[in-house]
């Protein structure tokens, strides 16, 4: 059984308004369909598009080639409709954009609740900084598929490791 997929993972879980999450989730068979570059900007418009209706106040995200980091507070729904809702508008997107249909996202996903305000800007940088840690960018902002409510130099203040 997949990791993502885990009923494990529903054990405790529950999703209150207004809380912030650090949530990652993984396209199917870890296909690294965010290599193409049409692919993460259906993410940054389906996230945008939550952002607008109200759903969710993105803080970070970025889009690896084989799955999605995202930081952000819950402001309407549930997670698990947030994330339905995401998961479901980009497939279809994607899908779309490919000319083909199927699965492009593994069932589940991983989230963190992410309880101090001190701390967005740390996971921030942490979200932003994956790239780095997968080798495939040496610096902060130089990866093109993430996405940052505050500025580099704001979230540089946060001395979270980039390593």
């Given amino acids: 059984m997949d990791s993502m997929s885990s009923p494990r993972l529903h054990l405790g879980r529950h999703s209150s308004l207004g809380n912030v999450y650090a949530v990652t989730t993984i396209c199917r068979h870890r296909a690294p369909l965010f290599l193409e570059p049409a692919n993460p900007a259906i993410i940054r418009e389906v996230i945008a598009s939550l952002d607008v209706r109200g759903v969710t106040s993105t803080f970070a995200w970025v889009a690896m080639p084989d799955h999605l980091h995202w930081l952000f507070q819950l402001q309407q729904g549930s997670l698990a409709q947030c994330m339905q809702s995401m998961k479901g508008r980009s497939s279809l997107q994607i899908n779309r954009q490919r000319g083909g249909g199927g699965a492009i996202w593994q069932p589940g996903y991983h989230d963190h609740a992410v309880r101090a ?39 540089d203040d946060s001395q979270a490791p980039v390593m």
């Fill in 117 to 155: 305000d001190a701390s967005l800007h740390k996971h921030a940088r942490y979200i932003l900084a994956n790239p780095i840690r997968a080798g495939l960018a040496t610096t902060l902002g130089e990866y093109l598929h993430t996405w940052c409510r505050w500025t580099l130099e704001e979230i």
